[in-house]
């Protein structure tokens, strides 16, 4: 069935990075299904301190996926969750969201990473002031500040040096289950997303947040503005 997903997307999507997702893939019901369970006795899986039979499964079916959009000449992306069966092939590039450790894993392992971290306020769609403040309530998410954003280093410390050429740079993502219209889409995204977009394109030491809040006042709500933002 995958493959022949993958057989119609590639038709649509000519890009060499082809994402796989990997995340919400709930492995508790791979422990409960016969045939899930035969195949891991198959494949000789057994469980360990590190890895569960089901995330070696999961592995397994990544694995395969990769190989198959291999020979299409893409490459895949996939969130954190497809490290934990391990054997990933170095060529795929691992989605760090849950935190920055499966960033820093990904880049120790030789595989490219993008830092996502929705904790850092990667995720446009947590709230960026006191919800209370904020139309439509917090949805499922918390409160991230401006300056926690724009703060973030999508190079981590222990990265710095040998590490970091496997750090492709900084994500943003919007999720809107939580987001009813399009103001409220604007709202969250803005302007975080410019603080995001600095923090990709500049240096550390060039960073500044109170300069960087200047000149939004400044300029960028104007030119957010002029397009009707």
């Known amino acids: ?83 934990e069966g391990g054997g990933l092939n170095q060529s795929a590039v691992v989605m760090s969201w849950r935190g920055v450790q499966g960033g820093v894993q990904a880049a120790k392992a030789g595989h490219k990473a993008i830092m996502s971290p929705s904790s850092n306020g990667y995720y446009l769609d947590y709230c960026e002031e006191e919800m209370a403040l904020e139309p439509a309530g917090p949805g499922y998410a918390g409160v991230v500040p401006l300056s926690k954003t724009y703060n973030y280093e999508p190079i981590a410390p222990e990265l710095e040096g040998k590490y970091e050429q496997y750090i492709l740079g900084p994500q943003g993502n919007v999720w809107t289950e939580y987001i009813p219209n399009v103001n409220v889409l604007e709202l969250r995204m803005y302007p975080r997303a410019l603080a995001i977009m600095e923090t990709g394109w500049s240096q550390r030491a060039s960073k500044s947040f109170s300069d960087f809040s200047r000149r939004l006042d400044a300029d960028s709500y ?5 397009h009707g933002a």
Not at 66 to 72: A, G, I, Q, S, T
Not at 222 to 226: F, H, Q, S, T, Y
């Open 1 to 83: 069935f995958l493959e022949d997903v993958v057989d119609e997307m590639v038709k649509i999507f000519p890009s060499k990075y082809f994402p796989i997702g990997g995340d919400e893939a709930p492995r508790s019901e791979w422990k409960k299904c016969s045939l899930c369970q035969k195949k891991a006795d198959e494949l000789g899986f057994l469980n360990s301190d590190k890895r569960s039979r089901e995330a070696q499964l999961q592995s397994y079916v990544v694995t395969r996926m990769e190989k198959y959009l291999n020979k299409y000449g893409k490459t895949i992306i996939g969130w954190d969750e497809i490290l």
């Open 222 to 226: 104007v030119r957010l503005k002029a």
